[in-house]
């Protein structure tokens, strides 16, 4: 997307100078015209340029093609038809001998093809030297009259037969294995050449295709113009580089299109109309172009240069937000006190584990957890002292749950929904979604599926925390809050739907203890939301827990009929303070190292444990901070809490209090009578 | 696979059904259009003095007429129709514009088209170099409606009028006279510095000279393509007399604005040495202020003069016909030759129409 | 000039902007532990030291809240209670002349009497720092002409530039230099010339009092921190850093409108600013690097707090320091006395003083 913003700045060119100069609907005719014969040299111009070489000789080629056909015609009597096929025959041998001295001596394309300019002219004036007395008697094929001055279904035939080979072009250098080997000696001549491409013979195919067009003009500008004089096509060269350049093919290789130079071709063709419409000498058009010209170079040379920069500068848009009230947790005696509840947890798998967002507990009482490595680590219950390597995702594994089927499922970072068997194979369970119709980004790869639940119905809720950043940029998310998230269901078939679009940061899944709804925890709004998946109110969304003093993670149910959540980080006033100044975050992005940026407290360890109606019941800190610094998940099996958290090298495990103790099974789907919860039974 | 090839010959045979080649068929043309009398036919048969001018001035009022010449300023040759033309018109209530494309064919052919295009002009006045270049114009103004005059220089596709001068009688006279010149110096050798293959005002000249030289017993030993640009025409002419040398006796020029150079290095040879002084002369064709300059100077033996004021006048006088009669452009058309006459350091400052000023 | 313009000219030509930037703590600064390990002096709770000098006997004393106190083994012992928030202290012979906010300068004797010792209004509010150059002769810096000692960071985002020198002898108290930016430390040099910390500019200048309009020569400059109190010592002098420069401060301070949203709506201990010390971990901004990962928060995460003091020579540069970093507890160091070979340091982010011999 980023080679648009060379090209948008040339259309708000042509575009001002449509207001500006009176041009009319009648101008439309003569740009087509001019449009057609030198679009099919930009053509060609582009797809040597996208080969990585240059080709000045167009103009030259077209000139001397153009007094053959001519000659052909006229004075050696050929009949029209072969004269048609020749013309860009002729064409590509003048272009075959650019390519054998570029492709197969190796000389400098740019040295090269002006010398064969000179060349070609020096040809086309012996030409005109010795033929043009015998060129006096006008010609008077039909054919002449059908390439110049015809229509093909009402479209003037250059027009149309420019039309018909820009769309083969177009096809060809993005679709078809030519255009790749193409595309790619031009962007890396040596990589190219360690890939097996054969570098010589795309080149070589280039600089035919490119006097192959030039040819064609040369025999539709006969067919337009009739001059017999070899000065047909001197200067072309110059106007149609600046509008392939205009157009954003980069002049160093690899990246152009053929559709853009012919938009680059009419805006030349428009600034060309307009001098001869203010009836400005020539001399003007010239100098304009040549300044457009110098312009859009150096545009071209410092845009490859910052390029990948400016298009990350450009694709972060942090949006304003407002935030309700912040709860002050260091204030004494309240609910949301600052404790020490869950310093004392004894550890598991310390300095084993790198980086274990969520854990699954089997029904043997065996440990699973996930690793930033990739892989899936099993912990030998019922002390976990034993760990191993279970399986390995290749991806940033995260939340995790049991399906039906008494499998782990885990939503990988980067992999999208993954189900790990009970010999330690992963295999795929869903990865793509339909594409969203409108957006230009493409969406459709569910690429940081965060936390996942399954409802009774078999179909597993997994969150996207957000379809533009990968799972190991999560912090560009903090910082540009906006809704990018979205919830996706994964039916039991394998389908994938999206159920909630445009969502701020969707984190936490679970399903609710009634079966009957989904809580969804939105991180950058600080609220928990449910999704009703049955009943009356099926498909609504509706708020839980609103003006969180943190920033949710993920949620888990808990044994006693409600729900375990742990905060990634806490709102600090700075923090909010910047919700409100989306310009200072986004220069913030671009003027500081990601190590400089401010963010919510992300060193807080806090879990908090709420009902189904909103009411939050008891908060459990480390305040010290020196074994937990970030839970982000819990998981309550048995009379034990499992801390887990995404920069921890452990797991902990907190001894409840016998009043948190209930009777439900946490692992179990609620509302199913479900065979097995885990695949140890199956091993049983 | 079969109904793939019925659909394909099906597509192709409505594509070529829409196809045209784009003859145009007899113009239905429209009468001109503008002014508030429209004098089909002409002038009335009885009519008063005051009435006729009032017709004419009505008729005249508000045309637009273009001219687009292929080189303009500082070249008195078509200054000089340019200027009568625009006394005359503006003094008729008419725009006329000159559209000047300072020797660049491509943009000469653009702003033709755009003028028929958009209909900004009611007659073109047309110079050709080239004799196709304009066919298509041509044909597509009068198609359009507009009147097209074609000056000095012919084109294969003929406009409603012609105005030039018989080229080929004023080679033939040009030649005669260097025959006798050269005869009396006992030489019989001339070349040619003319223009390009296909410019109209070549393909006359040559055959003129060629007539007249075999009838004259000259031989043409050279022919080359000055492109009517003076440092090539100089250096064309310094070329000759060092291949030709002693046996030259006369550079035959069809142009002032070329012949002067070759003139000068004809002079730089003789001061040099290379060659007899006097034995080798110019002949041009055309004589503005700068040609008389050269024949007073000796650059330039003998010209022949032709009437260019006569010729702007003549195209101001025929747009007007065209516009009084009021034909369907491209319906009648006609060709017309101005008075010429030899020029020489004898009588030139007795010539009217000779050593014009192009103001 | 306006930030995009700004852009513009840098993108097309890069070296002709300069930006502003926190230079890296390199050779002489290279960071280290040394104060992490240094011993801390006082035991019992309940002090937060500011400043710090030793009289003739080697006695430390130090001032903490209103009050001056003695070192007296693991403890100390109230000296004298001055009314007011006491901002410095220097020695003068054998009495202590010490600046408290609201009420002047004091003199404090051996014996504990105090008594005025300039009550001038210029010296009644926010003095940072008092340099004896004889008895009797007195510079002082002042902070801010409208804070208190304390307001530092509400001067900081207020881009409070009102900071003043004042020199106090036998004719009273005038002033010597005007419009700085929160000058934070005096010292004078062998030759009467004074150097002085400039915490919001971030260097360290050398002034001529002798010559006040003469411009002053920087010593050390762009310095990554705000340094603060200046102690003469045997090989050149020991400058306190109470605060270190972060580049996200420096953007924050670039937006006015942030930082007047700030100065209304959020607490002063939580804003984006360096403090003393980290007080509240769920109020004040965090930094993406100070991250703890694995358990571990690192050594050169962006700071908040920070310990650092360092030997400035008499050649000018810095010759060593000495730091807590980030994760340490041992920050913002206020105040700094050399005693025989030992260096003891007033931490009143750690509240505490420091000592650390065998310099």
Known sequence: MEAAVPLSLAMILSVAIVVMVPLGINDGGSILEEVATKGLLAIGLTVVLVAGGIDLSIGSILGVTALSTLILDRVYGVPMLLVVVLAPVIGAAFGAINGFLIAKIKTRPFITTLVTLIAFRGVAKWLEETYSSRLVVPSTSDIWYFLGQGTIVGIPTPTALFIIILVIAHLSLTRSRWGWHLTSVGSDRRSARRNGINVERSVFSAYILSGALAGFAGLLASARFGRADSGVGLGFEIIVLTAVVLGGVSLSGGRGSVIRAAVGMFVVTIIQQATIVLRMDNGYFATLLAIVLLFFAVLDLKWGTYRERFAAKLSLDPGMTAVGPLIDVTVLDTLWTVNGRLTDAPPIGLGLIEGAEDCAIDDGGHLYCGDRRGWIWRFEGPDHAEGKVFARTGGLPLGHAWDLNGNLLVAVGGMGVQRILADGTTELVANQVKRSRFSLHDDSAIRFADDLDVAPDGSIYVSEFSSRTSAAEYMLEFVECRPNGRLIRINPDGSTEVVIKNYVSPNGVCTSHDGQSILVASTGLFRVDRLWISGPKKGQLEPVLEDLPGYPDNMNRASDGNYWMSFVAMRTPVSDLLMKYPAMRRRMTKELPVDEWFVPQLNVSCVLKFTDSGQVLKVLWDETLENYPMVTSINEHEGSLYLSGVQNNRLGRLELDPEDRGSIDTRRVPMTQQARTSFSEAEK | ?359 | MNRTLRNILEFISPASVVRSSVPPMDAGLRANDLLDSATPLLLAEGFEPDDVVALADGQVHFSSGSSVWRLNGESASRVADLGGPVSSMARMDDVIIAAVDGRGLVQINADGTVHEYCTDELVRKCVTDISVRIPGQIIVSIGSRVRSASGWARSLLDGDRTGSLVQIDSRGARSVAEGLGWPSGVAFDDDGSLLVSLSFTYRIERRNLSAPQAPPTVVLRNLPFYPGRIRSGREGWWVAAPFVRNRATELVLDEPGLCQDLAADVAEGEWPVPRLRQENLYREPMQLGQLRVLGILKPWAPARSYGLVFLLGRDGRVQRSLHSRVGGTRHGITGIVEVGSRLIVAARGARNLLELGEL
């Open chain 2, 1 to 359: 696979m079969k109904i793939k090839t019925v659909a394909m010959i099906a597509l192709l045979a409505l594509v070529l059904t829409g196809c045209t080649s784009g003859r145009p068929d007899a113009a239905p043309g429209n009468a001109a259009a503008g002014g508030t009398v429209s004098l089909t036919g002409g002038v009335p048969e009885v009519v008063q003095p005051l009435e006729v001018r009032q017709l004419v001035h009505d008729t005249m009022k508000d045309k637009r007429i273009a001219f687009i010449p292929l080189l303009y300023k500082g070249y008195k040759i078509t200054t000089e129709w340019g200027v009568q033309l625009q006394r005359g018109f503006e003094s008729l209530g008419s725009t006329f514009t000159v559209y000047d494309s300072n020797f660049d064919t491509d943009q000469m052919v653009r702003i033709i088209d755009d003028l028929i295009k958009s209909k900004k002009a009611d007659a073109l006045i047309l110079h050709n170099p080239d004799l196709n270049v304009l066919t298509q114009q041509i044909k597509e103004a009068q198609a359009a409606g507009i009147y097209v005059v074609v000056l000095n220089m012919t084109s294969n596709q003929s406009g409603d009028v012609f105005i030039g001068a018989d080229l080929v009688s004023m080679a033939e006279e040009i030649t005669n006279k260097a025959a006798v010149d050269c005869k009396a110096d006992g030489k019989n050798q001339i070349a040619l510095i003319n223009g390009p293959a296909t410019d109209p005002w070549n393909v006359l000249y040559e055959e003129g000279v060629k007539t007249a030289a075999e009838e004259q017993g000259l031989e043409i030993v050279d022919t080359t393509d000055s492109k009517w640009q003076a440092d090539l025409a100089s250096q064309q002419a310094a070329t000759m007399i060092e291949r030709h040398g002693a046996d030259l006796c006369a550079l035959m020029v069809p142009w002032d604005v070329v012949a002067l150079p070759a003139g000068n290095a004809v002079k730089t040879a003789e001061d040099e040495g290379r060659v007899a002084k006097d034995q080798v002369g110019v002949y041009a064709i055309d004589s503005s202020s700068d040609g008389c300059e050269g024949i007073s100077d000796g650059l330039i033996r003998a010209s022949i003069a032709y009437d260019q004021s006569g010729i702007g006048t003549g195209a101001l006088l025929a747009v007007q016909q065209l516009f009084e009669l009021g034909n369907a452009p491209g319906s009648q058309r006609s060709v017309a030759y101005v008075p010429y006459v030899v020029i020489d350091k004898t009588n030139m400052s007795q010539v009217t129409f000779a050593c014009y000023f192009g103001s």
